[in-house]
């Protein structure tokens, strides 16, 4: 059984549940969750405490709750809970696991670039870490997920997750390559935010364009 880990809260609205209707049967659902929620689909629940009450907004929380899903993930495909998946996402994932080459990769499966003219491969292509921000979908390598999991417990408050990615990346462990779908496989359908950053919807979502 593959797994995916869902990052999520008790957020009104919640679009929790029009997430899950996207996920193919063939997955079996862990929740990282802050706070009470319904789950509309039976998964494995792992409750995070609200850890930095004197932080007004969200952002020390969500570095918080971005590692507990990172350090807990069963096989290192995280989305946030305000996406949804393409239809056959899990083949098209696998088609594009199977594109890459290195042992340590992180993937974006939603980005908001033109990819044209990177034909790194068929599917995928190196992703430039300086311009790589939003986690709506990733796919982290088991090993990297905990290592990058332990340096945001290590740095909460430094910068947000995304961000923190990239700082990772480059000053920590160079050897993990990021990698992005050149056709999203999810579409963020979140209109009103959690406070950590504006609505937006990527153009290249791969069922706009079959």
């Given at each position: ?13 919640s ?9 193919p049967?063939?997955?079996a659902?862990?929740?990282i ?39 807990n ?58 311009m ?6 990733m ?30 990346i ?15 496989l999810v ?8 406070g ?15």
């Amino acid at each position: 059984m593959k797994y995916i880990t869902i990052l999520t809260c008790d957020r009104q609205p919640s679009y929790l549940a029009d997430t899950v209707a996207t996920i193919p049967d063939g997955y079996a659902i862990q929740y990282i969750a802050q706070g009470q929620i319904v789950q509309p689909r039976a998964g494995d629940l792992v409750p995070v405490d609200k850890k930095y009450k004197q932080d007004p907004t969200r952002h020390r929380d969500s570095q918080y709750n971005y590692a507990r899903a990172l350090l807990n993930t069963k096989d290192g495909l995280i989305i946030e809970d305000d996406v949804k998946l393409s239809r056959n996402f899990d083949i098209q994932l696998e088609q594009r696991l199977a594109e890459i080459p290195t042992e340590r990769y992180v993937i974006a499966l939603y980005s908001c670039y033109n990819w044209e003219g990177y034909s790194d491969y068929d599917k995928i292509a190196k992703y430039p870490v300086d311009m790589f921000y939003g986690t709506q979908a990733m796919v982290f390598d088991i090993e990297t997920a905990k290592e990058f999991g332990t340096y945001l417990l290590d740095n909460i408050g430094r910068e947000p997750y995304d961000l923190a990615l990239k700082t990772f990346i480059k000053t920590v462990n160079p050897e993990v390559i990021l990698y992005v779908s050149k056709m999203s496989l999810v579409q963020h359908i979140g209109d009103i935010s959690t406070g950590l950053g504006n609505g937006h919807q990527c153009f290249n979502f791969i069922d706009q364009t079959l």
